[in-house]
């Protein structure tokens, strides 16, 4: 037994913190009665080493200082109080919980019916996680933010182990934060500057799963707001995906590119009354949960998981923003995308731009700097808030994605949305001083389908969930195009890859943050499954092989992001309004039928539209030189015949030169910049049915 002198420590920070002779020990619980600190040699020993008493109370924080241990300290608590659910409160001192601020945990939760029985006198030691006391030293040398304008972002959202799992990866280190460093050229390559990472908190998959051989792939069942993933890690001693994530985030810096993480603090992996004891229910249930205030032996379930955190108790928003700044300051992350975001923003049940999340958010020096975007919407009545969210908060836009995939297909009525989507959303953003990078535009992300299932099922195939395709959304305003699913119809491919182009070029030339998901550059397919959720296996994972497969693909995709990133007039910072702030008699943005006349805005059967944008005023914001902005004339027919399209007259000097058109094959379907091709005539281009083009005049 070693010899560990225990004092009474301080109540702050929370959490277990190396000291210069020891760990000091800080856990918040209210209505806890007596807190036990238990210390474990080994990751898998069944009882621990040593059980200390955390006597000292300060502000309902249990702190003690142990001295004579440091870094890589196995340790959980036993937290006892009043087992009275109908009161809210669910203690029970033989169970073994996490430290809701351990940076790091090691061990499994297991499907095991020892962390299910919430208020039985059963021991669950032998098959409980455990956390492990973290030095946060690292030589971050002069690692940066990149700090990127969220005008000039582009978005790649993709899921670590996913990433590089795929044996086609070549990854030394496959389905790590250290394998995602080695896809960064392809990153590069392709012009994405901002990475948005699926979950990276630990997290609990759930026995329903467990028991049907499936997992929580997706990650979306946190259980520690501070902890990274260790099943990303390649190392396999404790706390390695400390030291790997952050490796991970260097090497991204280095290259340019911003990390930004998907976090879910509307609940935890606890779920509902029927689920695990695994660390906030058995700490404080009554603080760390909204109750029903009629039966507080229930959960208010805003997420569809069973629970929702209690934002509204100062101690749970506190660690929410500790939680936050943790990863600013110690992972140098640039920003966060909050799954479920409108329960964030519920003070009393109901959604406030004005809460005290949202307040707390906005006064932080650290969170206040970085990237937040919402996802806005939950599933209580009043969810949808998109267009809600307050000043400092881009959001996912889900009134563009659906718009832009309704014109694709073809659907009648769609083109005046379409014109405001293409704007930037001036509906939703302008009227509290908000910008058109207000709104993450997106047609595909990671719930639902990918790009090519999106153009080849019109209906979800889920049965690999095994809930016989109840789960998932059915209303996904895709269209296969002739055939359900997988085809060797030369013209049905052809019609599908053509209208994912269009879906890109319409996602490119639309004011407003750009975000595409990971494998869509290379037509990555889930069978049809629009809610993988489950599926952690080579048919969800990136196949590297498809991007020489789909080669030209991928090249498309390449050269569309490269001629946004070359014109300042798809990345404004004001939304198009048709206004002239130059004064050249130009307006800054003209919309037009095939003829060069004023759309038919009110005619549903109108599936065409023409526009262009004069470089020049969105120059004037960017700071750029007029002369080293050109003008751009967007075509997108989704006519089912080729139509003639009259071209305006480009600026004194200028031509006309054709920088895509989706209708032709690779390599002529995109051209690299300041390589596309001059038009002759220069009044009147031909264009395909079911297509898109871009012409830039230089």
Same mark, same amino acid.
């Given at each position: 037994m070693r010899s560990l002198t225990v004092t009474p420590g301080n109540y702050y920070p929370l959490g277990a913190s190396l000291t210069r002779t020891g760990v000091n020990f800080a856990l918040y619980s209210r209505h806890a009665t007596q807190v036990a600190l238990a210390l474990f040699d080994g990751p898998h020993d069944d009882r621990p080493s040593r059980a200390i008493a955390v006597e000292n109370r300060t502000r309902f924080v249990w702190h003690c200082h142990v001295e004579g241990i440091g870094a890589g300290q196995l340790y959980g608590y036993r937290v006892d109080g009043p087992t009275a659910p109908e009161l809210g409160h669910r203690f029970n001192r033989h169970k073994l919980l996490l430290d809701p601020y351990a940076r790091a945990f090691c061990g499994s939760f297991r499907g095991d019916p020892r962390l299910h029985l919430g208020c039985e006198p059963v021991d669950n030691a032998a098959v409980a996680a455990r956390c492990v006391v973290i030095d946060d030293a690292f030589d971050w040398g002069?690692?940066?933010?990149?700090?990127?304008?969220?005008?000039?972002?582009?978005?790649?959202?993709?899921?670590?182990?996913?990433?590089?799992?795929h044996a086609s990866s070549l990854a030394v280190s496959p389905g790590t934060y250290l394998g995602a460093i080695e896809k960064i050229p392809h990153l590069r390559r392709l012009g994405v500057n901002a990475i948005e990472l699926l979950?990276?908190?630990? %997290?609990?998959?759930?026995?329903?799963?467990?028991?049907?051989?499936?997992?929580?792939?997706?990650?979306?069942?946190?259980?520690?707001?501070?902890?990274?993933?260790?099943?990303?890690?390649?190392?396999?001693?404790?706390?390695?995906?400390?030291?790997?994530?952050?490796?991970?985030?260097?090497?991204?810096?280095?290259a340019g590119i911003e990390v930004i993480l998907d976090v879910v603090y509307n609940h935890t992996g606890e779920g509902g009354e029927c689920g695990p004891t695994l660390c906030f229910r058995g700490i404080d249930n009554a603080v760390y949960y909204h109750l029903d205030r009629d039966d507080r032996r229930r959960y208010v379930d805003y997420s569809g998981c069973g629970n929702t955190l209690n934002l509204d108790e100062p101690a749970v928003l506190r660690m929410v923003m500790d939680s936050l700044r943790y990863w600013v300051e110690a992972m140098h992350v640039d920003g966060f995308r909050f799954d479920l975001a409108s329960a964030l923003g519920r003070e009393r049940g109901r959604f406030d731009q004005i809460c005290g999340f949202f307040m707390a958010a906005h006064q932080d020096p650290v969170i206040s700097r970085v990237k937040l975007i919402a996802e806005p919407w939950d599933i209580a009545g009043d969810s949808y808030q998109v267009g809600n969210f307050p000043l400092e908060w881009s959001e996912w836009n889900g009134r563009y994605r659906d718009c832009v995939r309704r014109f694709v297909k073809g659907d009648p009525g769609t083109v005046p949305e379409l014109a405001t989507r293409l704007s930037g959303s001036a509906d939703l953003y302008s009227d509290d001083g908000r910008t058109p990078?207000?709104?993450?535009?997106?047609?595909?992300? %990671?719930?639902?389908?990918?790009?090519?299932?999106?153009?080849?099922?019109?209906?979800? %195939?889920?049965?690999?969930?095994?809930?016989?395709?109840?789960?998932?959304?059915?209303?996904?305003?895709?269209?296969?195009?002739?055939?359900?699913?997988?085809?060797?119809?030369?013209?049905?491919?052809?019609?599908?890859?053509?209208?994912?182009?269009?879906?890109?070029?319409?996602?490119?030339?639309?004011?407003?943050?750009?975000?595409?998901?990971?494998?869509?550059?290379?037509?990555?397919?889930?069978?049809?499954?629009?809610?993988?959720?489950?599926?952690?296996?080579?048919?969800?994972?990136?196949?590297?092989?498809?991007?020489?497969?789909?080669?030209?693909?991928?090249?498309?995709?390449?050269?569309?992001?490269?001629?946004?990133?070359? %014109?300042?007039?798809?990345?404004?910072?004001?939304?198009l309004s048709g206004a002239d702030r130059n004064a050249d008699g130009i307006l800054d943005v003209q919309w037009f039928d095939a003829a060069l006349?004023?759309?038919?805005?009110?005619?549903?059967?109108?599936?065409?539209?023409?526009?262009?944008?004069?470089?020049?005023?969105?120059?004037?914001?960017?700071?750029?030189?007029?002369?080293?902005?050109?003008?751009?004339?967007?075509?997108?027919?989704?006519?089912?015949?080729?139509?003639?399209?009259?071209?305006?007259?480009?600026?004194?000097?200028?031509?006309?030169?054709?920088?895509?058109?989706?209708?032709?094959?690779?390599?002529?379907?995109?051209?690299?910049?300041?390589?596309?091709?001059?038009?002759?005539?220069?009044?009147?281009?031909?264009?395909?049915?079911?297509?898109a083009v871009i012409l830039v005049g230089r």
């Open positions: 002069d690692d940066a933010p990149p700090a990127i304008p969220l005008e000039d972002l582009i978005i790649y959202e993709t899921h670590v182990k996913g990433l590089t799992a979950p990276v908190h630990e %997290h609990h998959s759930e026995e329903r799963l467990t028991a049907l051989g499936l997992t929580n792939y997706w990650g979306y069942n946190t259980v520690g707001f501070f902890a990274p993933d260790q099943r990303y890690a390649a190392g396999s001693a404790p706390g390695s995906a400390v030291f790997e994530l952050k490796q991970m985030v260097k090497a991204f810096h280095a990078y207000s709104s993450i535009n997106f047609v595909t992300c %990671h719930d639902g389908f990918t790009l090519l299932d999106l153009v080849s099922y019109a209906e979800k %195939h889920n049965e690999a969930n095994r809930e016989e395709n109840r789960d998932g959304n059915p209303n996904n305003d895709s269209c296969n195009w002739g055939i359900e699913g997988p085809t060797d119809d030369a013209d049905v491919q052809r019609l599908r890859q053509q209208a994912a182009r269009n879906l890109l070029t319409v996602l490119m030339v639309s004011q407003g943050v750009p975000m595409i998901l990971s494998g869509d550059e290379m037509l990555r397919s889930q069978g049809g499954n629009n809610n993988a959720y489950c599926q952690d296996n080579a048919a969800i994972w990136i196949d590297w092989t498809l991007l020489e497969k789909n080669r030209g693909f991928a090249e498309f995709c390449r050269k569309l992001i490269a001629l946004r990133r070359s %014109h300042p007039a798809l990345r404004g910072r004001s939304f006349r004023e759309p038919a805005w009110h005619d549903p059967g109108l599936r065409h539209l023409a526009f262009r944008l004069q470089g020049c005023e969105q120059a004037i914001e960017a700071g750029a030189p007029p002369c080293d902005s050109t003008d751009l004339y967007v075509i997108l027919n989704e006519e089912k015949e080729a139509r003639a399209f009259a071209l305006p007259r480009p600026s004194a000097g200028f031509a006309w030169y054709r920088a895509v058109d989706t209708s032709l094959p690779p390599p002529d379907d995109a051209a690299e910049p300041g390589a596309e091709i001059r038009l002759d005539p220069q009044d009147t281009y031909y264009v395909n049915a079911r297509s």
